[in-house]
């Protein structure tokens, strides 16, 4: 439980392409925030180039720690603790603001928490006056992951459902790239999709067809492709297919989030990621708890993407439990939701 008079804890996010820094403060809530995306650097390649990323943190990490202490109108010796994302993500991006939170706490004789980057997306609509309880049931859409997951509470989490291949950030992304779409595809290929005429094209619903909860959407990509490959290629034409694979993934995202909260026995939703930020997805899932009698939680569109403020408010619950890393520098590329202690 966070105690209401401790220090502003630090968040640092590194994951993947974009620098979080924040300060959250339990009692005060988020005090300040900045990040840093590195879209325009990876833009020329189509895609993240790991070294490239990993060098830009090195650059903009420390100015943004500044920036925010003094947005906040703190110095370091102000902060109570430092928290970093462990993983998963891009090993040598993690190092990067691994190294950095470590020494910060060294050098501030303060304790540091490594915090799981999903957990931090889990716990993000928790940063709003409107937050849910456990126990509920969230759905993680993101350019590497989607799954749900029951949370029974804080550190105690069942894995439902998970992608079997491409998770729905990432078809966006690949999606958009076969049709000629600049980089990040996916934020284009959802503005393009407004533009599409409706019942044009009609696309699988993945795995839907059948019981359980993990999704695959490798099929649906390939099924566009060929959709692609026979039309005229117009600009009408890659708006229509646009709306038809978006309307494919969220009806299917939809689909099993209904499935989730009927096996879970919940009566609350969580959406987090990026993917979390698609303006149809919102939409439909209100309306689906509207009609069903559930309630839907989202976090702020800022904090659906890579952020430090779900890394701070991740860190500040876990250190108010007891828990910190030791001395060493440990990241986990790799690491499992139900792997993690309760808080």
């Known amino acids: 439980m966070l105690v209401e008079n401790s220090k502003p804890v630090l968040g640092v996010e590194s994951s993947c392409d974009e620098t ?32 490239l990323a990993s060098r830009d943190h090195v650059r903009k990490l420390m100015p943004l720690v500044h920036q925010v202490l003094d947005e906040a109108g703190l110095t370091a010796a102000d902060l109570g603790g430092v928290a970093y994302t462990a993983g998963p993500g891009l090993v040598g991006a993690l190092l990067v603001g691994a190294s950095a939170a470590r020494a910060m706490a060294w050098a501030l004789e303060v304790p540091a ?38 949370v029974e509470a804080i550190g105690r989490y069942r894995i439902l459902g998970d992608t079997l291949d491409d998770a729905a950030g990432e078809a966006f992304d690949k999606t958009a790239k076969l049709m000629g779409l600049p980089y990040p595809g ?122 430090g403020a779900m890394i701070a408010l991740a860190g500040a619950i876990r250190l108010a439990a007891g828990q910190q890393q030791g001395p060493s520098i440990e990241v986990r590329p790799r690491w499992s939701l139900e792997a993690l202690p309760a808080a």
């Open 186 to 307: 996916g934020p284009a290929l959802a503005r393009l999709a407004g533009e599409g005429r409706e019942g044009m094209f009609r696309f699988p619903r993945p795995m839907t067809d059948r019981p359980g909860l993990d999704m695959s959407f490798s099929g649906l990509k390939t099924q566009v492709l060929l959709a692609w490959q026979g039309s005229d290629q117009s600009d009408q034409t890659r708006a229509d297919i646009a709306r038809a694979f978006q309307e494919a993934i969220v009806e299917t995202l939809v689909i099993k989030c209904r499935r989730a909260l009927a096996e879970a026995g919940a009566k609350r939703l969580v959406i987090a990621g990026g993917v979390g930020a698609n303006r149809l997805l919102r939409a439909q899932l209100a309306e689906a708890g509207e009609k069903e009698g559930f309630r839907t939680y989202f976090p702020r569109l800022e904090f659906c993407t890579d952020n």
């Open 20 to 51: 979080g820094v924040a300060l959250y403060q339990p009692g005060r809530g988020l005090l300040a925030h900045a990040l840093y995306s590195q879209v325009a650097l990876h833009a020329e390649y189509g895609g993240v180039v790991p070294e």
């Open 113 to 150: 928490i490594g915090v799981h980057h999903m957990e931090g997306h889990l716990l993000a609509p928790l940063l709003e006056e409107n937050a849910p309880e456990p126990p509920f049931v969230a759905l993680l859409v993101s350019g590497g992951h989607s799954m749900l997951v029951a």
